[in-house]
């Protein structure tokens, strides 16, 4: 239901009859700035204010005939009106209207997508504290690397969407801008503080120096926000897909009562919605490019920006809006299994501590060459045991590899058995734990 709640609530921003709202804030702001300039008579302001209404099936009435919406808009608001709709739209040109209304329209959707990252941000970081040391191992390329915890995987998460959060509430300011400049953005037709005082009555700022639109420069930034933002979610939808594999299987997206998950194998629990989510960054970072190349229109302007305009912006706000939601539902409802992470932590026999016994032998006097021979030597071992099929620890539960050093001569030469035992201690990977918490959450 939140997910479905999410959807409406950011569709209500894109529907017919929002953009025309917009617009129609938009010439009521004008006329008030007109009025406050001495142009409209108080009572003609009073009257459209109060009075100009539209109506959507007027609109696409009269735009079968005009070939224009702003004008079929115009002429639907002035049936509302008496004379006084001789001050509607007055010095105005159609870009004036319908950028600063869309203007409207991306400031408040960018405002529940805010909203949606704090939310998914609250997510994470209670699972984060909850999974603070839950150890599991680290993979680069895939492959076992060091002990880790799952905590730092999600503290990850939670600044990078941190970074996001900044960036989109700067990036509302750069599109949260309007312009009443005239049909050449020279405010021939009107004085500049027409412009000033009816962005002021909108919570806009002016452009300052606009043509016929404003610049698409802005678009681009918030489309790229949204591209980039969506490249995260989906950066961590794809870490959740490869733990719940079934020969990983250390999370796992939740998989309610009577959920089927394959037609012919009854067996399946796929992740679904991580996969989803990843389908979904796919089409908003393609929204990013019509509006990078939106940037560059002819002259004053040109409209080969707006027909694309009509999909992508509209698309975009609402598909982020619901991968968001889809997304924190996954995180709150993870299923994570610290006895699985343990048990691939084990999985190689003690491999991963490889770099603590490296790191050891130069204290010794070992040099970084010899080092590394030594320990790369008894890990190789391992590997060709595991490729037999072998046991990773003997029937004391000890691991391949420690057995492995404590019978290398050379190695013993530098290190005692207790300082090789030592190395394979997990809580030397989660001494700084803490701090790192520190620097991504606060203090609390």
Not at 29 to 43: H, Q
Not at 108 to 120: E, G, H, P, R
Not at 243 to 266: D, H, I, N, W
Request: aromatic content about 8%; charged content about 25%; some cysteine.
């Amino acid at each position: 239901m939140v997910e479905r709640y999410a959807r409406e609530e950011m569709t209500k921003n894109w529907t017919q009859h929002a953009r025309y709202a917009a617009w129609l804030e938009v010439e009521k702001a004008a006329v008030k700035a007109w009025n406050k300039l001495g142009l409209i008579p108080d009572d003609d302001c009073k009257k459209i204010v109060k009075n100009a209404t539209f109506s959507v099936e007027r609109i696409e009435e009269i735009e079968a005939v005009t070939k224009h919406d702003l004008i079929a808009f115009n002429t639907s608001v002035s049936e509302s009106l008496g004379k006084e709709s001789r001050w509607f739209h007055y010095g105005m040109t159609s870009s004036d209207a319908v950028d600063t209304g869309v203007a409207l329209q991306m400031r408040d959707s960018l405002d529940i997508i805010i909203k949606d990252v704090k939310m998914l941000m609250k997510s994470i970081k209670k699972r984060a504290k909850e999974h603070k040391m839950t150890l599991m191992v680290g993979r680069s390329h895939g492959i076992h690397g060091e002990p880790i915890t799952f905590g730092l995987t999600l503290a990850v998460w939670y600044d990078e969407m941190a970074r996001h959060l900044k960036n989109l509430k700067q990036t509302r300011k750069v599109i949260a801008v309007g312009q009443i400049s005239g049909a050449m953005g020279n405010f021939a037709h009107a004085p500049l503080k027409l412009e000033e005082y009816a962005m002021k009555e909108l919570g806009l700022k002016p452009e300052p120096c606009s043509n016929q639109v404003v610049h698409r420069d802005r678009y681009a930034r918030l489309a790229t926000a949204l591209a980039t933002m969506a490249s995260s979610i989906e950066k961590f939808a794809v870490q959740i897909r490869h733990l719940q594999r079934t020969e990983v299987y250390e999370c796992e997206e939740y998989f309610a009562k009577g959920q089927k998950g394959s037609s012919a194998m009854p067996h399946k629990r796929n992740p679904i919605l991580t996969e989803n989510i990843t389908g979904l960054a796919r089409t908003i970072r393609a929204y990013a490019a019509p509006a990078m190349e939106n940037v560059a229109l002819w002259h004053e302007r040109d409209i080969s920006h707006s027909s694309n305009e009509r999909f992508w912006l509209p698309d975009a706000f609402i598909t982020t809006d619901f991968m968001l939601h889809r997304m924190n539902n996954v995180i709150s409802n993870l299923t994570v299994m610290p006895e699985n992470m343990m048990k691939n932590l084990n999985l190689t026999g003690g491999l991963v501590f490889s770099q603590r016994v490296l790191l050891e032998l130069p204290l010794k006097g070992v040099s970084r060459e010899d080092a590394y021979r030594i320990v790369q030597r008894n890990a190789m071992k391992v590997w060709e045991e595991i490729q037999q099929g072998k046991s990773t620890t003997n029937k004391k539960g000890e691991s391949l590899y420690l057995l492995h050093l404590l019978a290398d001569k050379e190695l013993r030469e530098s290190l005692s058995e207790e300082q090789i035992r030592e190395c394979f201690n997990f809580d030397y990977y989660t001494k700084n734990v803490k701090g790192i918490f520190k620097r991504v959450f606060g203090k609390k």
